[in-house]
């Protein structure tokens, strides 16, 4: 790209940034709106600006107790900007209002170490303190928060912290339930889609936050939530972390194989996409109906290798079998060059 056409295209940029920002006057909860304009200052390199709306509509979902969505989006600010403070604080914050102790603790001393860069010894020793109260066991902030100049009062208490291994149960609370504390209030807040409209083998975020309510971090199917959130806000690594783990633990497996397919897909992996549906396919749950799901998504990736041959087979495979199985007969007459 030349130079008139980088200008062009930041001038663009710059004026699409200012049309949300404007329309946002108007409407500052629409998340569809927030989620552009996080994508504007991205594409603008402004990624200071792109973390901190991230992390106003990571809090607008927590607000409304969505907290895979929410957990998404503060990662996201965190990994477009490193040195987002806040993002850290926020993530702690979550967690422990979710008893998540030790995923607390760690976001603690992330933070402690960003503030000691910044040369506030006071606020960083503050952060790994708690860390160190969160999680006892965790040594570095045990170690750290000790090696800090602090009173003798406060030394002791680092002193009598439980060894490492020790660890003081969570007092885990219960899920935010939606329904009972919002009521009608939901609607005052567009909870669309940020991303495009999810096709039908998803799971939307109100059925990730119900399955939330039963159960905790570390269990298969909060991991399976968990990366659902993260495909939808595009941390696609980290989707692919938690799939992978829920293949591990030997449970959902066919749920995740099938989502391990699609996001390798989404990441130009291809061999790996063939990789996860083939093992979906060899598990011995499958049904006929699953079958040809996993012939579709196998089609589809094939469709996105340039394979369009091996594409069209599978497709008119599926076709013999159900004829009106999502849109296959559309799929059939695009590659053959019907439309």
Do not use: W
Request: proline content about 3%; aromatic content about 8%; charged content about 30%.
């Amino acid at each position: 790209m030349g130079f008139l056409d980088n200008l062009f295209t930041k001038n663009k940029t710059s004026k699409e940034i200012k049309d949300c920002e404007h329309q946002l006057e108007r409407r500052p909860t629409d998340p569809v709106l927030l989620k552009k304009l996080a994508d504007l200052y991205s594409k603008a390199n402004d990624n200071e600006n792109a973390a901190a709306v991230y992390l106003r509509l990571g809090e607008l979902y927590a607000q409304k107790g969505f907290y895979p969505k929410a957990i998404a989006l503060f990662k996201q600010a965190q990994k477009t900007n490193p040195g987002s403070e806040d993002s850290y604080l926020r993530m702690a914050e979550l967690y422990v209002s979710q008893g998540f102790q030790r995923d607390a603790a760690a976001q603690y001393v992330k933070l402690s170490e960003l503030i000691e860069k910044s040369g506030d010894s006071e606020g960083a020793t503050r952060y790994m303190q708690q860390a160190a109260e969160l999680d006892p066991a965790h040594k570095q902030a045990k170690q750290q928060a000790a090696s800090f100049d602090l009173p003798e009062s406060e030394k002791a208490m680092f002193e009598k912290l439980a060894p490492s291994g020790a660890r003081p149960a969570a007092q885990k609370q219960d899920f935010f339930n939606l329904n009972e504390a919002l009521g009608d209030e939901i609607d005052e807040l567009n909870l669309e889609d940020l991303e495009e409209a999810p096709s039908k083998d998803e799971t939307g975020i109100d059925a990730v936050f119900k399955a939330l309510e039963e159960t905790g971090a570390g269990d298969p199917l909060f991991l399976y939530n968990m990366g659902l959130a993260y495909r939808e806000t595009g941390l696609l690594d980290e989707a692919i972390e938690n799939f992978s783990k829920v293949v591990a633990s030997g449970q959902k497996l066919f749920d995740a194989y099938i989502m391990l397919g699609i996001t390798y897909r989404e990441m130009n992996q291809h061999a790996e996409s063939l990789q996860a549906l083939s093992q979906a396919a060899l598990l011995d749950e499958i049904t006929a109906d699953m079958k040809i799901g996993i012939v579709y998504e196998m089609a589809q990736t094939y469709k996105a290798m340039g394979n369009a041959e091996q594409a069209l087979k599978l497709f008119r495979e599926i076709q013999k079998e159900n004829r009106d199985f999502k849109d296959v007969d559309l799929e059939i007459v695009k590659l053959a060059g019907g439309g």
